[in-house]
């Protein structure tokens, strides 16, 4: 059985203007996927008025929290002990959002309870070992 993990959150878009907006999103996880974290915004946020998630390696969430990581579509650095910069980078331009770094640090703790670090291939091996002796139904 997987289990999924969500915590609903707020974050600030800063603008190039360096305006900030307030803008809510969701911190998703699930055992299903241990390596990934996933963000999700809803359509009135968006540019294409869609519910748009971002999907980035648990790891790089937690590396971020210490240190600038991601070197691709995902960036995340420190802003100060408070604060935690998330960059998301698409053909549109680049979306830079500020977190509570304690946000971001307890969903990560929680993902762990679930799938501890670096035991990501484990239980994805388990769930499809559980699967085959139970005929799928897992």
Do not use: C, K
């Amino acid at each position: 059985m997987h289990v999924t993990l969500q915590q609903p959150t707020g974050a600030r878009l800063i603008t190039a203007t360096d305006r900030e907006l307030a803008i809510p999103a969701t911190l998703r996880f699930s055992s299903a996927d241990p390596a990934a974290v996933h963000v999700d915004f809803p359509p009135h946020v968006t540019v294409d008025g869609e519910v748009t998630t971002w999907t980035f390696a648990r790891v790089l969430l937690g590396e971020g929290l210490r240190a600038p990581a991601g070197v691709g579509n995902v960036r995340v650095r420190p802003a100060g002990s408070a604060h935690t910069y998330v960059e998301f980078r698409a053909a549109q331009g680049v979306a830079v959002l500020r977190f509570a770094t304690a946000d971001l640090t307890r969903f990560l703790a929680r993902t762990y309870t679930v799938v501890a670090a670096g035991e990501e291939t484990v239980g994805a091996e388990l769930d499809h070992g559980l699967a085959a002796l139970y005929g799928g139904r897992v």
